[in-house]
């Protein structure tokens, strides 16, 4: 592919301001772009994926005729991709798909930015809301510099149960609605983690004495306030499939008041479908002073740990109530295909396997009895990605007609209200959340869990044995699901990748000095 792509003469930040900023500049930087990739397209060979079409009946040659021209969507027409519409832009010459092995590259500079900020004039909503995003979370760390809460964001499969008891640690006081005694029992936050993975020394050591002299800052924990017990594992409520799992069942006036209502300073677990700024309606918090945190774990790791969970705790046994999600796969003729007896039958290779060989763009049989069916039809409900809906989520103008729309998931239904972004998700990571840890560099997470957040965890021994341990995908470059990364969770490696990266650059601001004792173990601080 020729050398002189016009995006790489910047940085991801310097774009970014470009295309946030718009006008002239954004417009010319744009259509030089668009020029590129119309000489990258004639110098390489691109096939249209075989039989692929829109979920809406529009397949390659439609879109080439109305919607994409030279490798971009044509301007008015961006809205016909993603997602919703089964991702023209991979799968179609016109509209974008590169070669296999030019793919992450592209996807990851010039994809990212062409695609979602650098369409702020074709889709102005995406625009406004980075724009308003970027200031609100920097008019709250300008008005709370020294914050009075903490919101820990939980997240399906991430460690939720590990942090719970890391926010207790260093705590004064814990509420009855926090989490199991951390002081005491820290086991059970491991195996909530990875269960396979907590080695046997640690499955009866306490974080007793992991914080001593607690918080310099003394503050109340106060854990899953009003989020039921049964759904803390892993129902998230993410694209709107269980309200009640969220918090106060979804009900965010009720969220609002109630973290209005807490006795500060202190620190929460919040769960939600998608990032809602406390300063912005419903909330209308101004000046509130708090700060976000949140965790990420390799997307491929947490999907994994997804099905897995899925299948013990719901299909092949039925623990909590928001397990009638999964009430088809338990029916008598299907069950047998994913359980044997009380235990999982499939591995978490043989779905990835199923669903690399299903037809792009065909849907999964509901009323089937055949087993490869079946597993691939919970594989694709399970294996989705999380942290771009929910951190980059936005409301969305719906599409006019004459064009392809979204098929409703449920008949009767209208489209969903909000679009999503992985530029979005990245912006809101870098600028409204105060820390933001990694799983697979949990050690590191936790020196800039004490150094970013001092007058909460400038106490915390990260030298604790406890908090050694490490996952078995802490490897220091993660490529154990190449095709998840690549095909079916590209927007949640994307923001993954990038805040792996910014983790590095968070550690050099703060002055740590990083190690790894080998390629496979996790990256600490001195």
Excluded at 156 to 169: I, K, Y
Excluded at 271 to 297: F, K, N
Aim: net charge neutral; with cysteine.
């Amino acid at each position: 592919m020729p050398d002189d792509e016009p995006f790489k003469a910047y940085t991801p930040e310097q774009l970014t301001q470009i295309f946030l900023a718009g006008g002239g500049r954004a417009d010319a930087l744009r259509a030089a772009e668009l020029e590129w990739k119309a000489r990258s397209a004639a110098a390489a060979t691109c096939a249209d994926t075989p039989d692929w079409d829109n979920h809406a009946g529009k397949g390659c040659g439609e879109y080439a005729n109305a919607y994409c021209v030279n490798g971009a969507f044509r301007p008015g027409s961006e809205w016909t991709g993603g997602e919703g519409f089964n991702f023209p832009e991979t799968n179609c010459c016109a509209c974008g798909k590169t070669l296999p092995g030019e793919y992450n590259a592209i996807h990851s500079t010039t994809g990212e930015y062409n695609a979602d900020l650098g369409e702020g004039a074709a889709r102005p909503e995406l625009h406004s809301a980075a724009e308003e995003r970027i200031a609100t979370c920097s008019s709250r760390r300008r008005a709370a510099p020294e914050p009075q809460l903490l919101i820990y964001t939980r997240l399906p499969r991430v460690g939720n149960a590990l942090m719970c008891a890391l926010l207790s640690v260093c705590s004064s006081r814990q509420s009855r609605t926090s989490c199991v005694n951390s002081k005491v029992a820290a086991s059970a936050a491991l195996d909530a983690l990875v269960p396979t993975d907590v080695p046997p020394s640690l499955a009866a050591v306490s974080l007793d004495g992991a914080c001593p002299g607690d918080a310099p800052n003394s503050y109340l924990q106060y854990g899953n306030d009003h989020l039921a017990y049964d759904n803390r594992s892993m129902c998230a409520g993410i694209d709107g499939l269980t309200a009640a799992c969220s918090t106060f069942d979804g009900d965010t006036v009720r969220s609002c008041a109630n973290l209005r209502s807490f006795r500060l300073p202190g620190t929460v677990m919040l769960q939600t479908e998608r990032y809602d700024a406390p300063e912005s309606p419903p909330c209308m918090w101004l000046q509130a002073p708090v700060a976000m945190m949140a965790i990420l774990r390799d997307p491929g790791e947490r999907a994994q740990s997804a099905f897995h969970f899925g299948l013990q705790a719901c299909v092949c046994n039925f623990r909590y109530p928001w397990c009638k999600q999964y009430t088809s796969f338990r029916f008598s003729n299907r069950r047998p295909a994913l359980c044997d007896g009380r235990k999982t039958k499939p591995s978490f290779y043989e779905a990835v396997t199923v669903l690399r060989n299903q037809v792009a763009g065909k849907a999964w049989p509901i009323q089937t009895i055949k087993p490869a069916e079946i597993l691939g039809r919970y594989a694709a409900g399970v294996v989705q990605d999380v942290y771009v809906p929910f951190f980059g989520s936005y409301a969305a103008a719906q599409p006019e007609s004459g064009g392809p729309r979204v098929r409703p998931s449920n008949a009767g239904l209208p489209p969903p209200a909000f679009a999503r972004s992985a530029s979005l998700a990245k912006l809101t990571l870098q600028h409204c959340f105060a820390w933001v840890g990694i799983v697979e560099d949990f050690p590191l997470s936790l020196a800039l869990l004490k150094a970013e957040l001092p007058s909460f965890f400038r106490n915390l021994d990260t030298k604790h044995e406890v908090l050694q341990w490490a996952p078995k995908s802490g490897t220091a470059e993660n490529r154990t699901h190449p095709f998840l990364r690549t095909q079916l969770l590209t927007g949640d490696y994307a923001v993954y990748d990038a805040e792996r990266a910014r983790l590095m650059r968070r550690a050099e601001t703060a002055g740590l000095s990083i190690f790894a004792t080998s390629a496979k173990q996790p990256r600490r601080a001195r």
